[in-house]
């Protein structure tokens, strides 16, 4: 069980990747056909958790990532929260939660020091738009280019190679880094050849990012501690029901691969106490 209130109070960085709208069955079904080793070798337990997302589109998911609210486990009991935003007085709150008194998790961390980086991914990080300013402005620093976008086959290196250069030049402070991975996002038919998207060509499209997401992950947590969270926004729908797309209340948009970890060199990892924590109120 991760303690982010004690992470965060040891001023570990953080790298919070999401893989743009890449389904949970295609994310399983990638790992068990051994199409991404890297991560497979990352994933607590090698596997992803199966978990509902709070949005079914790009937007309305960050939104809620940033304000507390990550991706839910698909059954009524759940793991306490990594973080939340200053509750009600009446509401119980786990002593491992990082509570920010702070209308997003951006400017709490900010609070405490830590500088918030994104490298963007799908258009709503562009700032092509207002629209597409609204989540770049939550931080101290945005980075999107063209070839960070989808339509681009190599998009995952290029991100990651900022990503790293990012995160070399804040090397000496706690960092919250941002990776929104385009690569899972439409179109994605060009990693199987095809002008037409599908799951298979989603998957294709994760087992190429898998390289430079394990390239990102090993790198980072070379050297010192991480608290590394990866999750997608939201699936995809590709014909089920005769539904295509996102935003709609469908299993495969809904349902989305979660996984949470500590990395680092063995000696520096700071020890998180296994045992159920107590509840303050607040």
Known sequence: MIDA???IGTETSILFITLDSLRYDVARAALHAGQTPNLAKMLPGGVWEERRTPGTFTLPAHIAFFSGFLP???HPVQPPRLWECRPPA???IDTGTFVFDAPNLLTG???HGYRTACVGGVTYFSRETPLGSVLPDMFH???WRPEFCSAE???TRHQV???LAVANRHRDRPLFLFVNVSATHVPHGHYVGHSEDSWQSQAAALAYADEHLG??????TSARPWLVIMCADHGDAFGEDGYRGRGIAHPAVLNVPFAVMLRGPAATLAEHDPRPRQRLRT
Do not use: G, Y
């Open 5 to 7: 209130a004690k992470v």
């Open 72 to 74: 839910k486990l698909s």
């Open 90 to 92: 009446f509401k119980a």
């Open 109 to 111: 961390l900010a609070q």
């Open 141 to 143: 620093e945005d980075h």
């Open 153 to 155: 086959a190599d998009s």
């Open 161 to 163: 190679d900022h990503a």
């Open 215 to 220: 390239r990102l992950i090993r790198t980072l």
